[in-house]
């Protein structure tokens, strides 16, 4: 018998006749110990699914018809105080893991709270051992110290497993996971699925996983079902609807995820001897951080160390790594946000932290950047136009009809109608403003573009129609773009190098092809095995993924960074630190294998031409 | 670079679209708050302004024989001469409050831009800025807060003579380490945002980022708030006067006029009253159109038209 059933649910927004429809006729069942996967695209009902199916509809959504069966009682027909006792085996996980605790209290305490509040007559004490017990259990290191600390204290993957210890604390029969993979990076969301999966065999629970990632729903689940505008539109075993999509709306979903090492496009094939537009040489950014306790003293974060690259004209550069890598310090170093505490950054020749005045409005004009954001990068009380002209104006020109007629040409160039000039940004979809963005970046004419996580926020059709856009403005005036980005799959697609990056220090430089194929660092390899995707996996998770997370910027170790978690760790990374090294030419890691000429798998050769 | 035009720009729907702040006075102008608050504003500021030189009475005429005459139809001796009675030396009402509200708006609205101009100016660089310069700001604030108002009022114009300029200043100074402390702490957080970002890639410098973004982003709350103070620096000047450091008689202001009818409150009192009534009328009608140009920039920046 089904544990969790759905019968033709539908749910509304309002009661009245006219009133959206979320969710239409939406069946469907989950048995003990199974993991159901359930993929769609963003506004198509997921997250009003997951709450429906733990009754957690606030109003105004109200749910028209059809029954949620747990056991085979309706738990819309109960009492609430039937309903509340009923929690303790019904659990919810959401997406974001940051905002989902109370700042203010430790994270145990409250973890104990919610226990006893639908488990009376367990003590506090045995409350207690029981988290510390679980925390331990997904892997939260010393966990009887962290059963003390506060929300912020938790990176954002161990909230996500506190959140889920908070869930399963109370031995849920049922756990709804909606998109809890969403925020975390690869590497970090490969452990969290691989511990549910786990905890399925390991409590009994069964899982219902919803996603919005088809690739993330395959690594997951064995049954899944394909929501488009609030009706199941598809429902087989998830190999089965990978390999044979029977809908055409999941044909597309498969489609359009992107192949990873079975992609036929090739990128075009750029020469060699171009100009280099940006150049980093020894670049590093060190912060003083004030130390929490005793007075004075401040702590050095090395937020990026030694970096140094080539960017030339016409390149689509990437640089990615998982959060905390230095990514983004990186990106303010080369914007001149901030200046490096040692080392330079040349642009088309000249130190651009020695630039002032017109030298350095130049250069604000030949470097542009379009944030991550799309909700808080655009000034939420000036018009779109406006906004457009005003790097303009600040760049000397003052005609009205040449600003106009120059934002209204960028605007039609990414897509963006002429009708908006004078609209707010309010009523636009993230798409739209992520256009409007990338407008904002070209009105100035730049020569250069750095995507900082552009695309992270909106969803995969959309990406692929911006991505076209990038593609053809490069062409059109010879753009060369640095994307800094945690989704490889974007990379593979558009990039033709790409640096990795981890702890502030670039692990591996090299070109597209090399990369995927044949990666030069263990990290890069446990980065690509952690991928989601719908091929088989070139590289085996079991072989290379990473336990545990990165360390602390503040302590370093000494040696090679990564050794704590390098499942090739020898002798030598103890003492001594990997310097980048050049193989095959054009390509370089930063690895002791690298130079003692080991390959990293040892049939990766033959493998390569596959 | 050359640009080949993709889409080239449809001027009549350009034409159509009007501006933003147009969008909204139309808007605020629409509704009936705000119609009601400029009939009231515009017939106040016709009055002060016409009434005293066209009646040609002297605010400052005393007519003994004519003393504490009652407003119209009260009591028996009310004359049409006199349509708000007479105070205590025989002078008229309405003339005496209307050249008051001058004065005493004049003081309110003057003092407020000074405390607007100081304590925003401070409160956002101190909130852009940060570190030693938001330090040295908010510790000057906290002196100037340590000090009570009368007692700085008392210490600045005992000294010089109190003058109109000097009491504008007094009011103003006495009261914008709250205006400070509020910009800073919006500015604060406002600039922390991705816009104020993509403002210095573009090459925006600091000032530029703050007269052209985040000013025309806070101000119109702040200056919704400083509309109350208008009301509130008018009472302050009320205060200095009833202590003798307001405006020097025989000049009307509300001050001395409700110190002077204090003293008849039993037998006669209009005195007191009057120059109440005037100031519940104007901030009323400012009010009035305040809040409708604010609902009307609330529904047009929420998307409602």
Avoid at chain 1, 174 to 189: M, S, W
Avoid at chain 1, 303 to 319: K, L, M, Q
Avoid at chain 2, 153 to 170: D, F, K, M
Wanted: hydrophobic share 45%; with cysteine.
């Amino acid at each position: 018998m089904a544990l969790l059933e759905l019968r033709n649910v539908t749910v509304a927004l309002g009661r009245s006749d006219t009133a959206k429809v979320i969710l239409e006729d939406v069946s469907l069942s989950l048995a003990p110990k199974e993991i159901v996967g359930v993929v769609g695209a963003s506004a198509s009902g997921k997250t009003v699914l997951s709450r429906t199916a733990v009754n957690w509809l606030d109003p105004p959504l109200v749910r028209r018809s059809g029954s949620v069966l747990f056991e085979g009682r309706d738990i819309y027909g109960m009492k609430e105080t039937e309903m509340r006792g009923l929690r303790q085996r019904i659990s919810y996980v959401g997406a974001n893991p940051m905002g989902a605790m109370d700042p203010t209290l430790p994270v145990g305490a409250q973890i104990v709270e919610k226990m006893r509040a639908v488990m009376p007559d367990v003590s506090r004490r045995q409350a207690q051992e029981r988290v510390i017990e679980l925390l331990a259990a997904v892997r939260i290191p010393s966990a009887s110290s962290r059963f003390h600390d506060y929300p912020s204290q938790f990176s954002g993957g161990m909230m996500q497993r506190a959140l889920i210890v908070d869930a399963l604390v109370t031995n849920p029969a049922v756990l709804v996971a909606d998109n809890v993979t969403q925020p975390l990076d690869v590497t970090v969301a490969a452990q969290v699925i691989r511990l549910i999966k786990e905890l399925t065999d390991q409590f009994n629970t069964a899982v219902l996983f919803i996603s919005s990632s088809l690739p993330m729903v395959r690594e997951a689940s064995t049954r899944t079902l394909v929501i488009d505008r609030g009706r199941i539109v598809e429902e087989q075993a998830t190999e089965a609807l990978v390999a044979r999509p029977s809908h055409p709306y999941t044909r597309e979903l498969v489609s359009q995820t992107p192949k990873i090492w079975r992609g036929t496009e090739t990128l075009p094939a750029l020469p060699e001897d171009r100009e280099v537009v940006l150049s980093l040489r020894d670049a590093s950014q060190t912060y003083r951080v004030k130390k929490r306790s005793g007075l004075g003293g401040v702590n050095l974060v090395r937020a990026v160390r030694n970096v140094t690259f080539d960017v030339r004209r016409g390149d689509s550069f990437a640089i990615v790594g998982e959060s905390g890598c230095g990514k983004s310090t990186l990106m303010r170093l080369l914007s001149r946000l901030e200046l490096p505490s040692s080392g330079q950054i040349l642009c088309e020749g000249k130190d651009i932290a020695t630039l002032r005045g017109r030298d350095l409005l130049d250069f604000r004009a030949r470097l542009q950047l379009v944030l991550q954001d799309p909700f808080g990068s655009l000034p939420p009380r000036t018009s779109i136009g406006r906004m457009l002209e005003e790097p303009l104006r600040t760049h000397g020109w003052r005609d009205r009809e040449k600003l106009r007629a120059r934002v209204l040409k960028v605007m039609g160039e990414v897509g963006l109608a002429a009708e908006l000039y004078n609209e707010l940004p309010l009523g636009l979809s993230a798409g739209q403003r992520q256009r409007v963005n990338v407008a904002r970046a070209l009105v100035l004419e730049p020569s250069i573009l750095i995507m900082d996580e552009t695309l992270s926020a909106l969803d995969q059709a959309e990406q692929f129609k911006l991505l076209d856009l990038f593609q053809k403005l490069q062409q059109e005036y010879n753009l060369t773009y640095i994307f800094i980005s945690h989704d490889l799959a974007m990379v593979r697609k558009v990039c033709n190098r790409v640096a990795v990056m981890y702890l502030g220090e670039v692990f591996e430089l090299a070109g597209n092809e090399r990369l995927f194929f044949d990666p030069g660092h263990p990290y890069t390899m446990a980065l690509l095995s952690a991928m989601p995707t719908l091929e088989d996996k070139r590289y085996k998770p079991e072989d290379c993924l990473l336990e545990g997370e990165p360390p602390s910027p503040l302590s370093i170790p000494t040696g090679c960074s990564f050794k704590s978690r390098c499942p090739r760790a020898m002798e030598v990374c103890n003492g001594v630190q990997p310097v980048l090294t050049v193989r095959h030419e054009h390509d370089f890691a930063a690895c002791h294998l690298v130079k003692a000429e080991i390959p990293l798998i040892e049939d990766s050769v033959e493998g390569a031409s596959a | 670079m050359s640009i080949i035009s993709i889409a080239s720009p449809d001027s009549s729907t350009m034409l159509a679209s009007r501006s933003l702040a147009r969008r909204v006075f139309d808007k605020a102008v629409a509704s009936p708050g705000f119609r009601a608050g400029a009939a009231i504003f515009i017939v106040l500021a016709l009055a002060t302004a016409l009434y005293p030189e066209l009646s040609g009475i002297d605010p400052v005429k005393m007519d003994i024989k004519a003393r504490l005459l009652p407003p119209l139809f009260e009591g028996a001796k009310w004359s049409w001469a006199h349509p708000l009675g007479t105070d205590q030396l025989g002078r008229d009402m309405l003339v005496r409050s209307l050249v008051g509200l001058r004065y005493s708006f004049l003081i309110g609205v003057a003092s407020v831009i000074v405390m607007l101009f100081v304590g925003c100016t401070l409160g956002t660089i101190a909130g852009y800025f940060g570190g030693r310069i938001d330090a040295v700001i908010m510790r000057l604030t906290d002196a100037q807060l340590s000090i009570p108002m009368i007692i700085l009022a008392i210490a600045v114009l005992g000294v010089s003579r109190p003058t109109i300029p000097a009491i504008v200043l007094v009011l103003g100074m006495s009261n914008w380490p709250v205006y400070a402390r509020m910009m800073r702490s919006v500015v604060m957080t406002e600039r922390q945002r991705e816009f104020v970002r993509a403002a210095q890639i573009g090459g925006s410098t600091d000032l530029r980022i703050i007269v052209t973004l985040l000013l025309p982003l806070l101000l119109p709350s702040v200056l919704f708030t400083s509309v109350l103070d208008v009301a509130r620096m008018m009472i302050f000047e009320s205060t200095l006067g009833f202590l003798g450091l307001g405006v020097q008689p025989p000049t009307p202001t509300f001050g001395n006029i409700i110190a002077d009818g204090r003293k008849y409150l039993l037998n006669a009192w209009w005195i007191a009253t009057m120059p109440g009534l005037f100031l519940g009328l104007t901030l009323t009608s400012i009010n009035l159109m305040g809040a409708a140009l604010e609902r009307a920039r609330d529904t047009v920046h929420a998307g409602g038209e």
